[in-house]
């Protein structure tokens, strides 16, 4: 079970707190983006979007070179979120959003032993299309050494999930008969588009096709 | 145009980073949602998802009551991330993702004006549906009370985009003929679910079945 640190004890809405690492784990696999939040030289907070991975309980961040010197043995903050429905209640107070967010803090190390550096970016190319790395070519020295990645340990974590309809029903039963609902939302893979330095006939690999058909989720609105 | 500081002057990939303001509102007014970085109580960095709107030069974010207490007058940085695509290039570090991203540091300054709270809410509430306001319960004094709102600023932001095929088509040319390309990322709203305490036949209002057709860019994979 994830232990909330005072640090990461959800403060507000706690009944939207989870504690079971499962669902840490699939909200940081499913997520195709994660934030990544700095403190600068100056003391002020930087948020960057980039790329991730997890490994078991380590989460690997592509970190430009930048970030990953301003972050490298400090504290940072990951967080990912995904989007499921805007919550459309009937009074404005009870608007809401679905969404399953995890929140990652601790000190970044930064990845410098070459077997582990490749895993990394091997976890961060095949978390983002599965397949892909045995695919591509890989990454030379001087190209390693010039990709930073950092590592994240998941032991400070937290989770937030909210899902289900609005949360004013009561409303109906005082005659508030006006609509309520929810608008899922979902995130789409679009048919590939082939690189133009390439034929146009070149056929699009077996696991791209794929990755992209099992992205379908929701039914799209007509 | 913006004006980088040497704060928000993007120091990696220079060449993606824009200076023209209707791209920076462009970005925040297409995302649903938004990270706010703030530093905690103990200086380490704590990224929060929440929900925004932009009015003129100004963005509204509905901040939690701990976010909010944590971020008054304090620097913050609102990043809103768009992703648009994930770039499969010929070699591993060429891979990249297509994107448009914004990033807002300044003051946050808590809206306690009664007026302009109540025009912040009913900016955020139509930026996730438009005619929702008009649809819904007004907030009352107590509900108004309750919600936090923060308003920063967009003098000192910095926006970067990425968009365009894989950067390695000179590998074609030297014989590399493995598939490359871009697989679009699209966010889908789908159809409505009303709320189970309505009778099931209760009709979507045309605002929200507008705002769901609306939605649907991009061409989801067959």
Request: aromatic fraction near 2%; include cysteine; proline fraction near 9%.
């Amino acid at each position: 079970m994830l232990s909330p640190t005072p640090r990461t004890q959800v403060r507000r809405k706690r009944d939207r707190q989870q504690s079971d690492p499962t669902t840490l784990h699939a909200v940081l696999d499913e997520a195709l983006i994660c934030h990544l939040g700095l403190v600068d030289a100056d003391g002020a907070p930087l948020v960057l979007p980039t790329m991730h991975a997890r490994v078991d309980d380590v989460v690997y961040v592509h970190g430009s070179s930048g970030a990953a010197s301003l972050a490298r043995d400090q504290e940072v903050c990951l967080t990912v979120t995904l989007l499921d429905g805007l919550v459309l209640a009937r009074s404005v107070f009870a608007h809401s959003a679905n969404y399953r967010s995890a929140v990652v803090r601790g000190r970044a190390r930064r990845v410098t032993d070459p077997d582990e550096h490749l895993r990394a970016l091997e976890a961060i190319v095949e978390h983002l299309t599965p397949g892909q790395w045995d695919h591509a070519k890989q990454p030379d020295r001087r190209e390693s050494a010039a990709t930073a990645v950092l590592a994240l340990d998941l032991g400070e974590a937290s989770v937030k999930v909210r899902q289900g309809p609005p949360g004013d029903p009561e409303a109906v039963a005082q005659g508030d008969d006006r609509w309520a609902g929810v608008v899922p939302v979902t995130t789409v893979l679009g048919p590939p588009r082939t690189c133009p330095a390439l034929p146009a006939d070149t056929p699009v690999p077996a696991h791209v096709t794929r990755w992209v058909r099992g992205s379908l989720r929701g039914d799209p609105a007509p």
